[in-house]
């Protein structure tokens, strides 16, 4: 069976600037997020998009009108939002009475499901709740995650990439020590993930190096992991895959150690060191050396007599 595709040529200047900027990139764009509520939700569930939403406002698009979709029954609408929006990255609200306060984050490659968790949410406590000063937009968290199960376990690893690309933002090449304003701390614990978020203060401590504070400004809560679909992981190689533009041309004979320090390695030849002249001790002689030595002197003054 053979599939058309119908092919959509823009017939105005705004319209090929729109689909230029679609188009797949060597270095892709910041990643974006939609947010979405389905038929029934809760205020807790509704409270914690409003907060990730604030997080992340400058990376996402919040859609307010209630949607009928059930994800882990039908992705197709999922998609389609997704695609329209240009949003790789989706988050979806939902509470009944088997799954109350139902969390669901995910993500797509090439407009295509890749991974997808249904989070339970406990113990919620939003950023209105903590009545101190709060990050600027567009901040770029610093993420901490501490617990074996990152390490370990399949699922966790999975849960914990998602993560670092659901918060990262905008990707960094020059580090500013006053940038650091936000931390995000995600600890894996008896199955369950505890989620904070912190504002980093820098103190005066009589040196050039601040010292560090840190207080909570939320949201804050507590997320178990109810259900998942998780790519294969050919899929997920395929998605990781970099470019031949992209990747840093190698250069021969030279390497980075783990601090970014640079490694060059030089060839040389075999040296003969049977032939190298050093200076020799009497005391280091063996009586080999001491015998040759006293014939050699004896032949030569036989020599000068003749």
Known sequence: MTVIQRVVKPRTQRARRALDKRAPKVIENTKQCILMHGKNTS?????????????????????????????????????????????????????????PNNLI?????????????????????????????????????????????????????????????YFRGVEAEDIRLKGFEHALLFTAFEGKIFFRSYRILMKKSGTRVPRIEVEEIGPSMTLTIRRNKMGSDDL??????????????????????????????????????????TRKMKGLKTPNEKKEKKDEKVNAAVAEKE
């Open 43 to 99: 205020d807790i569930v509704r409270q914690c998009m409003r907060d990730i939403y604030a997080l992340k406002k400058q990376d996402s698009v919040h859609l307010s009108k209630k949607k009928d979709i059930l994800p882990f029954e039908d992705i197709l609408p999922v998609e389609r939002h997704a695609q329209k929006h240009d949003c790789s990255l989706f988050s979806f609200a939902t509470h009944s009475k088997k799954r």
């Open 105 to 165: 984050l995910g993500r797509m490659f090439d407009h295509h499901l890749l991974d997808m968790f249904e989070l339970g949410l406990e113990d919620f406590k939003g950023l209105a709740d903590f009545p101190n000063a709060k990050i600027s937009t567009g901040t770029k968290p610093c993420m901490v995650f501490c617990g074996t199960a990152f390490e370990d376990e399949n699922e966790f690893i999975r849960l914990k990439n998602l993560f670092i690309d």
């Open 236 to 277: 997920f190689k395929t998605a990781c895959k970099q470019p031949r533009q992209a990747k840093p041309k190698k250069v021969k004979n030279i390497s980075k150690d783990v601090f970014g320090s640079k490694l060059g390695r030089i060839h040389m030849e075999k040296q003969d060191l049977g032939n190298l002249q």
